[in-house]
């Protein structure tokens, strides 16, 4: 890979695997590169592997084999210090949304600005704007733990791209909304990525990716299968 | 800047959020400042004592000849070698017959047939007045002995010796509630620390997903081992205040005023003991994030 590709590319794997015990495949010698600024849907069936290749991606779990190089870093190398600082680059929903329930709303979604050293306006401002754009502004003092699932999924996703990261990572982010609230999200996406946001978004909800021109990628049993369009996902030889 | 506001207001809401369970911690931390700091009061006090008393410390060294200039200045040198001294006088036969004869008042008559030169010359060593000084009496006296032309050395043994020990006893005490202090202080912060990251588990690992960096995990707990010190020793050193108030209005009648007056620490020896509470909380909390949250 080039310099210049490589300044280009947002997610770059090689060969990624990883086996559950006792002998689940959840990812099998996938291989792949995002570049910056697109907006990728990452589908197939329930425990197909999203969420596990997700999770590697933030560095919550690391591949058993292969390669992945997040931003210019490689993870399996990374120092702990790039690492933290690598993740305040990155925005991630969480399918269990990992929320604070005994925190406000506001509070929840401050955490992921307060750990880059936002300024006080900043978050109250960040924090209002995501409210009023996922109609969720007069929870805002509200217990995230009273809220309902959907309320919650939603501030989650707000936490996630609060701090306005270079990469969203969003798993089954319209799981427990309806069909119109899961349009707000899929606005609030669209609207980071025409700002040159790099997003991939996990999802089994056709209709958020239903639109032309839109890019996914399926992956079955831990491999990649179909895409869209075709040119997204490595040959089988992996490196160059 | 911003790193500052972040991280006092995140110490701020650890603290409004596990303030009770740290009431225990600053109640011990404060009992062990208060217990160390009496005993290190009654022994300041102590040593005040020991430098108000007066002649009964100086040593009296009785010669066999009376010495010459040379020789004085030569004992003088001598006696400078092992300790520095307040004063030295040289006692000449005359004098200690005019002293005695001054003593003696009336019966002054019974020195009549009595040569005036039947004292023994004498040199009068009056030692520095502190403890250095005073617990080295002994060997001083041993030294003195050890010159030549010496008949005997004198001090008030008894006394000194007395006083002595009981300074040593106090000096042990001193040290063991020293210990105490640092040993509970430390534990109660590394309990208390425990407590905290126990109760902010899942706060503490969603930071660590959004990528919190390690000052800013860690600084809280520093800050807030240190507000602990900072509170704990203030408000122990308050109530030693408040028992020494107490015992001077209900026992000053009854002390020998001139020797005991007892008084309190200064202001500095005051900061000093809440820097000390201080640093010495804030290293605990240190060592036990360090160890608890391996961060
Ligand atoms: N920690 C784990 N231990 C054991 N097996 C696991 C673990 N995590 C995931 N798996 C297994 O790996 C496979 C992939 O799981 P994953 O969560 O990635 O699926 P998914 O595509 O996100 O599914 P869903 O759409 O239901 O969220 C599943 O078979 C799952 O049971
Ligand atoms: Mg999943």
Same mark, same amino acid.
Not at chain 1, 49 to 67: A, E, H, N, S, V
Not at chain 1, 221 to 237: D, M, S
């Given at each position: 890979?080039?310099?210049?590709?490589?300044?280009?590319?947002?997610?770059?794997?090689?060969?990624?695997?990883?086996?559950?015990?006792?002998?689940?495949?959840?990812?099998? *010698?996938?291989?792949?590169?995002?570049?910056?600024?697109?907006?990728?849907?990452?589908?197939?069936?329930?425990?197909?592997?999203?969420?596990?290749?997700?999770?590697?991606?933030?560095?919550?779990?690391?591949? *058993?084999?292969?390669?992945?190089?997040?931003?210019?870093?490689?993870?399996?190398?990374?120092?702990?210090?790039?690492?933290?600082?690598?993740?305040?680059?990155?925005?991630?929903?969480?399918?269990?949304?990992?929320?604070?329930?005994?925190?406000?709303?506001?509070?929840?979604?401050?955490?992921?600005?307060?750990?880059?050293?936002?300024?006080?306006?900043?978050?109250?401002?960040?924090?209002?704007?995501?409210?009023?754009?996922?109609?969720?502004?007069?929870?805002?003092?509200?217990?995230?733990?009273?809220?309902?699932?959907?309320?919650?999924?939603?501030?989650?996703?707000?936490?996630?791209?609060?701090?306005?990261?270079?990469?969203?990572?969003?798993?089954?982010?319209?799981?427990?909304?309806?069909?119109?609230?899961?349009?707000?999200?899929?606005?609030?996406?669209?609207?980071?990525?025409?700002?040159?946001?790099?997003?991939?978004?996990?999802?089994?909800?056709?209709?958020?990716?239903?639109?032309?021109?839109?890019?996914?990628?399926?992956?079955?049993?831990?491999?990649?299968?179909?895409?869209?369009?075709?040119?997204?996902?490595?040959?089988?030889?992996?490196?160059? | /800047?911003?790193?500052?506001?972040?991280?006092?207001?995140?110490?701020?809401?650890?603290?409004?959020?596990?303030?009770?369970?740290?009431?225990?911690?600053?109640?011990?931390?404060?009992?062990?400042?208060?217990?160390?700091?009496?005993?290190?009061?009654?022994?300041?006090?102590?040593?005040?004592?020991?430098?108000?008393?007066?002649?009964?410390?100086?040593?009296?060294?009785?010669?066999?000849?009376?010495?010459?200039?040379?020789?004085?200045?030569?004992?003088? &040198?001598?006696?400078?070698?092992?300790?520095?001294?307040? $004063?030295?006088?040289?006692?000449?036969?005359?004098?200690?017959?005019?002293?005695?004869?001054?003593?003696?008042?009336?019966?002054?008559?019974?020195?009549?047939?009595?040569?005036?030169?039947?004292?023994?010359?004498?040199?009068?060593?009056?030692?520095?007045?502190?403890?250095?000084?005073?617990? $080295?009496?002994?060997? =001083?006296?041993?030294?003195?002995?050890?010159?030549?032309?010496?008949?005997?050395?004198?001090?008030? $043994?008894?006394?000194?010796?007395?006083?002595?020990?009981?300074?040593?006893?106090? $000096?042990?005490?001193?040290?063991?509630?020293?210990?105490?202090?640092?040993?509970?202080?430390?534990? /109660?912060?590394? &309990?208390?620390?425990?407590?905290?990251? =126990?109760?902010?588990?899942?706060?503490?690992?969603?930071?660590?997903?959004?990528?919190?960096?390690?000052?800013?995990?860690?600084?809280?707990?520093?800050?807030?081992?240190?507000?602990?010190?900072?509170?704990?020793?203030?408000?122990?050193?308050?109530?030693?205040?408040?028992?020494?108030?107490?015992?001077?209005?209900?026992?000053?009648?009854?002390?020998?005023?001139?020797?005991?007056?007892?008084?309190? =620490?200064?202001?500095?020896?005051?900061? /000093?003991?809440?820097?000390?509470?201080?640093?010495?909380?804030?290293?605990?909390?240190?060592?036990?994030?360090?160890?608890?949250?391996?961060?």
């Amino acid at each position: 890979m080039s310099g210049e590709e490589k300044k280009l590319t947002m997610i770059d794997l090689a060969r990624v695997s990883k086996t559950f015990p006792p002998d689940v495949h959840a990812l099998a *010698d996938v291989s792949l590169r995002i570049r910056r600024g697109e907006m990728i849907f990452l589908t197939g069936q329930s425990g197909a592997g999203k969420t596990t290749l997700l999770r590697m991606l933030c560095g919550i779990d690391c591949p *058993d084999k292969g390669y992945i190089e997040i931003a210019g870093y490689d993870l399996s190398r990374i120092s702990g210090g790039e690492m933290q600082k690598l993740r305040r680059r990155i925005g991630v929903a969480y399918q269990d949304f990992k929320l604070l329930p005994d925190k406000t709303v506001a509070q929840n979604i401050a955490y992921s600005m307060e750990v880059s050293y936002r300024s006080r306006p900043f978050i109250r401002s960040q924090t209002e704007k995501l409210l009023t754009e996922l109609h969720l502004l007069d929870k805002q003092d509200a217990l995230a733990g009273k809220l309902s699932r959907g309320e919650q999924q939603r501030v989650s996703i707000a936490r996630a791209v609060a701090n306005e990261p270079e990469l969203i990572l969003a798993d089954e982010p319209t799981g427990n909304l309806d069909a119109e609230t899961a349009l707000l999200v899929t606005q609030l996406f669209r609207s980071y990525n025409e700002q040159g946001t790099t997003l991939l978004i996990a999802t089994h909800d056709q209709a958020i990716y239903d639109f032309p021109g839109s890019k996914v990628i399926k992956i079955e049993n831990g491999r990649l299968a179909i895409q869209k369009p075709p040119t997204l996902v490595k040959k089988a030889e992996g490196k160059e | /800047m911003n790193f500052l506001l972040a991280v006092f207001s995140q110490t701020w809401r650890s603290i409004a959020e596990t303030w009770r369970t740290q009431l225990l911690s600053l109640i011990t931390i404060t009992l062990s400042v208060l217990i160390f700091t009496f005993f290190y009061l009654v022994y300041s006090n102590a040593l005040q004592v020991g430098s108000r008393l007066d002649n009964d410390l100086r040593l009296i060294v009785y010669l066999d000849e009376q010495p010459d200039a040379n020789l004085q200045q030569e004992y003088q &040198h001598k006696i400078e070698k092992f300790d520095q001294v307040e $004063r030295i006088e040289f006692v000449g036969k005359l004098e200690a017959y005019d002293r005695f004869k001054g003593q003696l008042d009336d019966s002054q008559d019974v020195l009549k047939d009595i040569p005036k030169d039947f004292l023994p010359p004498s040199i009068e060593i009056y030692p520095r007045r502190n403890l250095e000084s005073l617990s $080295r009496i002994k060997g =001083f006296s041993e030294y003195l002995e050890t010159m030549p032309g010496v008949l005997k050395v004198q001090y008030g $043994r008894e006394w000194v010796e007395r006083f002595y020990s009981f300074i040593q006893l106090l $000096r042990v005490v001193v040290f063991l509630s020293g210990s105490l202090l640092i040993l509970t202080t430390t534990f /109660m912060i590394g &309990h208390s620390i425990r407590l905290t990251v =126990f109760s902010r588990k899942k706060e503490l690992e969603l930071l660590r997903l959004v990528g919190a960096s390690n000052s800013y995990i860690r600084v809280p707990f520093f800050l807030e081992g240190a507000l602990l010190g900072a509170l704990g020793s203030t408000a122990g050193i308050a109530a030693l205040y408040l028992l020494f108030r107490w015992i001077k209005t209900n026992f000053a009648g009854q002390a020998a005023q001139g020797m005991f007056s007892f008084s309190f =620490f200064s202001t500095s020896s005051v900061c /000093m003991i809440i820097v000390l509470s201080i640093l010495l909380c804030a290293g605990g909390s240190f060592v036990s994030i360090r160890k608890i949250l391996s961060v």
